[in-house]
């Protein structure tokens, strides 16, 4: 049995020993979203019971591997993946949509060609290694793959207690906290998602991911330029190649912080990042942990 309870219910004990239980107890309280809420002439709501499901499962994957790891090739700075027999073009990518550039190559044997791409940051279990391969299991990927050994980055296995919940369909995001058994619900926001428009914009990908790193400010480019600075993100959170949790771009010459936009949860508009208000971006900046955080995109 599982259970689900909020704040606003009364609280009482379980023994139950395969229970995930959700209490809502915020610490960023700006900008707070219902359970259910209204967009336009459509209805939202964060994905309880999905979310449950998923912290089921993950628990489940972290215990269930002596080593944990992730994977890593931001800015192909382990190697351009090799081309697939068969990928999509402009740009490179497989038939999944997870692209060549920054990607990570699957073999499913150690005598044959990778046959698909893995996402930069995705959270593994490690099963064995042999010859400069190693054998993984991708947390949000079906069947165990081999990848060359310098993709692969062992963490901690010391179970994630802070996750990062991203709902594409809903443009929404929360995090939660494990405190004495009970995932404690700290934040429930809106927030915008990648835009599906190739070849400058992407969708946030599906997926369980690691938080790599984070920057205070993270400048970004011009579309279509390799050089040319347009603006910044302030108090950057990474979890999937050039995906980062962030606040309000702020385009030069301007300089000052932007705290919010009409525009969160609404539609997909970013590159592949996930906006947010600059204050809770700032909030995920100093309360996540690199190599521990886990950040879960569900649709």
């Not at 400058?200 to 050089?227: A, C, D, E, I, W």
């Not at 971006?281 to 996540?288: G, H, L, N, Q």
Request: net charge positive.
């Amino acid at each position: 049995m599982k259970k689900i309870i909020f704040a606003f219910f009364t609280l009482f004990s379980l023994s139950f020993s395969n229970e995930i239980i959700l209490k809502k107890e915020l610490t960023y309280n700006k900008y707070t979203l219902d359970n259910f809420y209204k967009y336009k002439n459509t209805s939202r709501e964060f994905q309880w019971e999905k979310i449950e499901n998923k912290i089921s499962n993950l628990e489940k994957f972290q215990n269930e591997y002596s080593k944990i790891g992730t994977l890593r090739n931001f800015r192909n700075s382990n190697g351009n993946p090799p081309k697939l027999e068969s990928f999509l073009k402009s740009p490179e990518r497989d038939k999944y949509g997870v692209r060549r550039e920054q990607g990570i190559p699957l073999y499913e044997s150690l005598d044959r060609k990778p046959v698909r791409y893995a996402w930069d940051g995705s959270l593994v279990g490690i099963l064995e290694e042999k010859d400069g391969f190693v054998k993984i299991k991708i947390e949000s990927l079906d069947g165990e793959w081999w990848t060359l050994k310098k993709y692969v980055k062992e963490i901690s296995t010391d179970p994630a207690n802070k996750l990062i919940f991203i709902d594409r369909k809903n443009q929404n995001i929360a995090t939660l906290q494990k405190e004495n058994g009970i995932w404690l619900i700290r934040s429930m926001n809106p927030a915008t998602t990648g835009l599906d428009k190739l070849p400058h914009n992407f969708p946030t990908p599906l997926g369980t991911f690691v938080v790599q790193n984070k920057k205070p400010r993270m400048n970004y480019l011009k579309l279509g330029s390799s050089s040319e600075i347009a603006g910044f993100a302030p108090y950057a959170t990474r979890f999937s190649g050039g995906g980062y949790i962030h606040g309000i771009p702020v385009e030069l010459p301007k300089t000052q912080i932007i705290e919010h936009s009409p525009t969160l949860g609404s539609t997909p508009r970013s590159r592949m990042c996930v906006r947010n208000a600059s204050s809770h971006a700032k909030y995920i900046y100093e309360w996540a942990r690199p190599l521990n955080t886990l950040v879960i995109v569900i649709e």
